[in-house]
DNA sequence: GTGAAAGCGCTAACAT
DNA sequence: ATGTTAGCGCTTTCAC
């Protein structure tokens, strides 16, 4: 059996008290004992156990992480480690799960992670989250943050990257490439916010200089987005053509790359003959063959903002809770769009 | 503040135990009495305090989950998935941590899971695991299960690939092909079990069949593996040459991916000038311009059989601990070896 | 079928 | 500076 706390105090020869509080470095409290009953710990190779704790100071050092979505390139292992990092120095321990963008399992997870007195919770909701999670959400009075995306109608804090801006800078350079035919092709995950986002933003400029766009939307149940923009782009060639599309504007990477394939496959040549940009910068971009111009977001420093910025909601309860942590995209020339 | 069992069992008119004996389904209780808790429960939002159950049960349906790497293609990720889906139907959460390759982080990360009264642990160990960390595995009584990795001298149970066959594999392919002058290039995390099988294993076809082969092994210290195998490959560009390397053989597609690069840009068409072959079947494998032939890994699965494993071993504790799930990897022919 | 009481391992008021 | 006692929220004998 496990030595539990009380087993410490017996060899040391003191209460169970004070071997709390030589355990945590409490004040009042002999330099001699503490010294007797950190050795007493350490041969009995004694570890507090955390659920105890936990149960009694009413806070258990553990924050939920919720993705909608484990695939989607590098974007939430990076943004994982942002906040593991980020915690990790502070004592927490992260519980993952994974929603799949189901709005039954992100429930059952919102009330799995609750049950477990987590001490917040940091996550991408899935598109449209019910009313009723978002109720529980609000019930539990649990910390949340937000990041990537978030749920239109409902106050609450969010760390993102402006993804309006991001579709701008895309169009932007295009149009300063002299493109006037844009295709937009979009990933199975179009309605997320983010990406209607990106998506307001680069039509706000094609509206504003007149330029032409027509969008290119899958309907394969791929498993992924490369797959699903392949056969997607595939089955759009004639359409590309008989709008003279110049340039092709992908709403992330692995996008553009599924996008990428079916192009070459018809002959194009990507940088010459078509225009391509991705979106997100993953790691494979500077790699590709012809590497991949895009716009990227800093995704390390996202789960980190959203790490700090829950920890800090969780110390003063009261802060407000609206905050706004929005990074800025940056464009990332490559040569997919040609070299200047 | 939170509605307890007993509040429940209050406002249902019984007491703590039987409204503890409705919550669980319970079998001497009256059908009546379990709905009227059932109800009472209900109406005041009550959720059980899993820390309490836990600490109470001695079982926290937790499982702690450790990788030394969250960069590597979508391999953990992919893992990950395996064990989340396996677990979440069977009421388990998921701690994760992440030990970048630190033996530190490792060992912290295995105290504080264990502190944390997991049930079990899933982890790909760091290359050269402590004593003492195997040390404080061992005395924890933990049920552990390695994937992907395993250490060395420690009896344990494991799930993985066979990637001494895997290794083969490659270089069969690659021989039959008539290649005789072979570039093996490594990543950064070239001492990694897993990888050294897999170049053993390919060392072996290369001697029996007299083949030739030289290793290409970076020394930056690149944060990750496409670009330490690019700045390693652009080094040794005068290697390849005076060897007359007709293939490479890399030991992830990442590897590939930082390799075909370099490659490129010395003019080599791959799958033309220079056959190039990767290992794991990353999800971009396909949509490269060349598409690339590698060596798949069944990856969710491997998840999926190490939760499996686990569980079980959680539910037997007596059941012996040297279980070797082994699963099978596949050539995977796209165009980047040539096609025939 | 139901309840009283004890206790999981820890911490914190309150005494001394 | 140390100890006594109570209690976090739950489950589980054991008695009725």
New binding site residues.
């Given amino acids: 059996?496990?030595?539990?706390?009380?087993?410490?105090?017996e060899l040391a020869?003191?209460?169970?008290?004070?071997?709390?509080?030589a355990?945590?470095n409490?004040?009042?409290?002999?330099e001699?004992?503490?010294k007797r009953v950190l050795e007493a710990a350490k041969s009995l190779n004694?570890?507090?156990?955390r659920?105890?704790?936990s149960?009694?100071?009413?806070q258990s050092f553990v924050i939920g992480v919720i993705f909608s979505n484990l695939f989607a390139g590098h974007f939430y292992s990076e943004i994982f480690r942002g906040i593991e990092e980020y915690t990790s120095g502070q004592n927490y321990n992260l519980i993952l799960g994974c929603s799949d963008g189901s709005v039954e399992k992100e429930t059952e997870l919102i009330e799995s992670f609750q049950a477990r007195q987590v001490d917040g919770l940091i996550m991408t909701p899935t598109n449209h989250m019910t009313p009723e999670a978002i109720e529980i959400l609000e019930n539990s009075k649990i910390p949340v943050v937000f990041i990537d995306r978030c749920s239109a109608d409902y106050e609450h804090d969010y760390v993102g990257t402006d993804n309006l801006l991001g579709g701008k800078l895309a169009a932007d350079y295009l149009k300063q490439l002299g493109h006037r035919n844009i295709a937009v092709c979009m990933g199975a995950d179009a309605e997320t916010m983010s990406v209607t986002d990106r998506l307001r933003g680069a039509v706000q400029v094609f509206e504003k200089e007149q330029m032409h766009y027509f969008t290119i939307m899958g309907k394969s149940k791929a498993r992924n987005s490369k797959e699903f923009s392949y056969a997607a782009m595939l089955e759009s060639m004639d359409m590309l053509k008989s709008n003279e599309a110049t340039a092709v504007m992908a709403m992330s990477d692995s996008v553009a790359l599924g996008a990428s394939r079916a192009l070459i496959e018809h002959g194009y040549r990507i940088g010459k003959d078509i225009a391509l940009i991705g979106y997100n910068n993953d790691d494979f971009c500077p790699y590709l063959t012809v590497p991949l111009t895009t716009v990227g977001q800093p995704k390390y420093e996202l789960g980190e903002r959203a790490a700090e910025l829950l920890l800090k909601k969780i110390r003063d309860k009261k802060s407000k809770c609206n905050t706004k942590i929005i990074l800025k995209p940056k464009l990332v020339i490559r040569q997919s769009c040609g070299e200047f």
Same sequence: chains 1, 2.
């Fill in positions: 059996m496990k030595p539990t706390l009380l087993d410490v105090a020869k003191v209460s169970r008290t004070t071997a709390c509080r355990m945590n409490e004040g009042r409290i002999d001699e004992t503490r004694y570890q507090p156990n659920l105890a704790q149960l009694r100071v009413k």
